[in-house]
């Protein structure tokens, strides 16, 4: 229901741009986010932005660096990403947020592999 | 900003055995917004547990979760061999909207 592409060998100082395709869902009324794991490391929430676009919500670590956005008509999610280091290399997970009486990330896809190596 | 931290780091078991998770929140959080997430190797974090309690749908009942205000705790009750896996717990707030737990390793004794 998500599948996540774009990932790539970069060199430092690089940009990508992530893409996230959703399907089965109605998409354009759900949050949406980013979530990352670099190799061997725990899981890093990294951006966010609501159903609507209206509001938008990023991590310390790539704020000014990296910008989520959405096309709800085409039912994708987004990541541009610049000024890339070494420690942006990750997969690179979207994920749903469902929002309710409760509120947790439900769907995910498989992710996308992001290298920066020179 | 909400810290979650999770102990212990990793936990070395045996296939039968009851398995004790903990997370602890920096300061207090509705008990709505807890979560626990299951990565096997290669995949990705599945959700396992939300709302501190409630089991997503496919969640064996030897899961179960539990606590309030900033401790709270997954439990495996029996470990089955695909039981072995990183555990993650997460919290949704207003500003970070996510924050996860650092993971506890289930590992095999």
């Known amino acids: 229901q998500l599948v996540e592409s774009g990932g790539d060998l970069v060199t430092p100082g690089g940009s990508l741009r992530l893409s996230c395709a959703a399907s089965a869902f109605p998409f354009s009324t759900f949050s949406l986010n980013w979530v990352r794991q670099a190799p061997g490391k725990g899981l890093e929430w990294i951006a966010s932005?609501?159903?609507?676009?209206?509001?938008?919500w990023y991590a310390h670590s790539v704020r000014g660096r990296f910008t989520i956005s959405r096309d709800n008509g085409m039912s994708l999610l987004f990541l541009q990403m610049n000024g890339l280091t070494g420690d942006d290399t990750a997969v690179y997970y979207c994920?749903?947020?469902?929002?309710?009486?409760?509120?947790?990330?439900?769907?995910w896809g498989r992710g996308t592999t992001v290298t920066v190596s020179s | 900003e909400i810290v979650m931290t999770q102990s212990p780091g990793t936990l070395s078991l045996s296939p039968g055995e009851r398995a004790t998770l903990s997370c602890r929140a920096s300061q207090t959080i509705t008990s709505n917004s807890l979560g626990w997430y299951q990565q096997r190797p290669g995949q990705a974090p599945r959700l396992l547990i939300y709302g501190t309690y409630i089991r997503a749908t496919g969640t064996p009942d030897r899961f179960s979760g539990s606590g309030s205000g900033t401790d709270f705790t997954l439990t495996i009750t029996r470990l089955e061999p695909e039981d072995f896996a990183v555990y993650y717990c997460?919290?949704?707030?207003?500003?970070?909207?996510?924050?996860f737990g650092g993971g506890t390793k289930v590992e095999i004794k």
């Open positions: 997460h919290q949704y707030g207003f500003s970070p909207p996510h924050t």
């Open positions: 994920a749903r947020t469902w929002e309710g009486d409760y509120y947790f990330m439900d769907v």
């Open positions: 932005i609501s159903s609507s676009s209206a509001y938008i």
